[in-house]
């Protein structure tokens, strides 16, 4: 069993930064999906980032929306992930939710894949 919790959401101006930070506790896995997804009201979960944690190499994936802009990283802990997100947009606003799974999924982008979900952070980017 994994629980995640988010922390790090807020409101900035377009242009602006922030850091999101999902922190996992239970047992320490070798193998672990983390990513983060966002949803905005009215449209569908997606996702913005993940981690691919097999033994001591990680794998990083992004959605072309975000990529050069997000960054996701695992906790030196190795018991969590950040999301470094830079030069925010106005449609970068949602909520915004760190999720788990270990197993190896078929993509890393499906949402109803992840077994384990964090309780969600806001995110609010204005003009």
């Known amino acids: 069993q994994v629980q995640l919790v988010e922390s790090g959401g807020g409101s900035v101006q377009a242009g602006g930064s922030l850091r999101l930070s999902c922190r996992a506790s239970?047992?320490?896995?070798?193998?672990?999906?983390m990513g983060w997804f966002r949803q905005a009201p009215g449209k569908e979960r997606e996702g913005v980032a993940a981690?691919?944690?097999?033994?001591?190499?990680?794998?990083?994936y992004y959605p072309d929306s975000v990529k050069g802009r997000f960054t996701i990283s695992q906790d030196n802990a190795k018991n969590g992930a950040y999301l470094q997100m830079n030069n925010l947009k106005p449609e970068d606003t949602a909520m915004y939710y760190c999720?788990?799974?270990?197993?190896?999924?078929?993509?890393?982008?499906?949402?109803?894949?992840?077994?384990?979900w964090g309780q969600g952070t806001q995110v609010t980017v204005s003009t």
């Open positions: 981690i691919y944690i097999d033994g001591s190499v990680p794998h990083y």
């Open positions: 999720a788990a799974d270990l197993r190896v999924l078929p993509r890393w982008d499906r949402w109803h894949d992840y077994a384990y």
């Open positions: 239970g047992p320490t896995y070798s193998r672990m999906y």
